[in-house]
């Protein structure tokens, strides 16, 4: 848990985000935290109850509660941490950790991506944070769970809701304008039976989970883009656009004829091999980066 020790320390440089008058108190409160060797948790969660959009108290809790191994309470303090200040990114690290230390490898892969995507839009704006120095550490780790990631993992509607719900990650630009740095989305892999065009049953499970999450009340009335992938080997380039422009209208024919989701909602586009999900050059990381990814565009007209 290197990193949180930096990230606790770290904190104390990053400007309250609330500097309304309600929140002098929560100020007052975590300053104290810091001084605390003892009590630390108890001021952190007051300081949250007097002002819950303390982004610095939420990060500082979440790390006590990482340390102490109450994996899912840390979870949802970072949740709710990235959704109020998506441009925190010490926030994507924390919970990438604990989905890791959770099991949870694919999700953990999506949230070091997007910690690793904002330190790159930093740069590009010209407004680089104190975690730069972790990206090296940060692609390691992710490098380490994708290869943790099991072919017939499926992850749960509830799981794929949770990021598809998420708030987009922003950064301010060089004219203090938010840009876009990467859409709420999830990474689904593509499995065929060999010598078929068949998707597997793993697959076909996964489908489901994500058809659950797409019709749940909160993304009921949500349009998506699907966009598929295959491995950069998979042929020359044509080749690679048209077999993923394929995979992706199989998807929405799956999400349309057995999940009664309408066409209207979901467009598709093909990747190719532009973007692989690995970087590794072996069978696992071929099999990982033939996917689709689903990118929540926002509410429908």
């Not at 929405?252 to 970087?279: D, H, M, N, W």
């Amino acid at each position: 848990m290197k990193l949180n020790r930096l990230i606790f320390v770290f904190a104390m440089m990053v400007p309250a985000m609330a500097q309304a008058e309600n929140c002098n108190e929560a100020d007052r409160l975590f300053n104290s935290s810091l001084k605390e060797s003892t009590g630390q948790e108890s001021l952190l969660r007051q300081a949250i109850k007097v002002c819950p959009v303390h982004v610095d108290a939420l990060n500082n809790l979440a790390v006590l509660l990482e340390r102490q191994g109450k994996l899912e309470e840390a979870r949802k303090l970072y949740d709710d941490l990235t959704n109020k200040q998506p441009d925190f990114a010490p926030g994507y690290a924390g919970l990438g950790d604990v989905l890791a230390a959770m099991g949870k490898f694919t999700a953990a892969s999506w949230v070091y991506n997007s910690f690793l995507d904002l330190l790159t839009a930093e740069l590009q704006a010209q407004r680089p944070s104190p975690y730069q120095k972790h990206r090296a550490t940060y692609q390691t780790k992710l490098a380490e769970v994708q290869r943790r990631i099991q072919p017939e993992t499926v992850v749960a509607a509830n799981d794929v809701g949770s990021f598809l719900n998420a708030s987009a990650v922003t950064v301010r630009g060089k004219r203090g304008k938010r840009e876009l740095v990467r859409a709420p989305q999830v990474e689904i892999a593509l499995n065929f039976v060999p010598g078929s065009g068949e998707m597997t049953q793993t697959t076909r499970a996964q489908l489901e989970q994500l058809a659950q999450a797409l019709t749940a009340p909160k993304l009921v009335k949500s349009r998506f883009r699907i966009e598929g992938h295959v491995d950069p080997a998979d042929g020359i380039p044509d080749e690679q656009q048209v077999r993923s422009l394929s995979h992706a209208e199989q998807v929405r024919k799956v999400l349309t004829t057995q999940y009664q989701i309408a066409e209207e909602r979901l467009e598709v586009a093909g990747q190719g091999g532009k973007r692989p999900f690995s970087q590794e050059r072996n069978v696992h990381s071929q099999a990982l980066n033939r996917r689709v990814t689903i990118i929540h565009l926002g509410d429908g007209a």
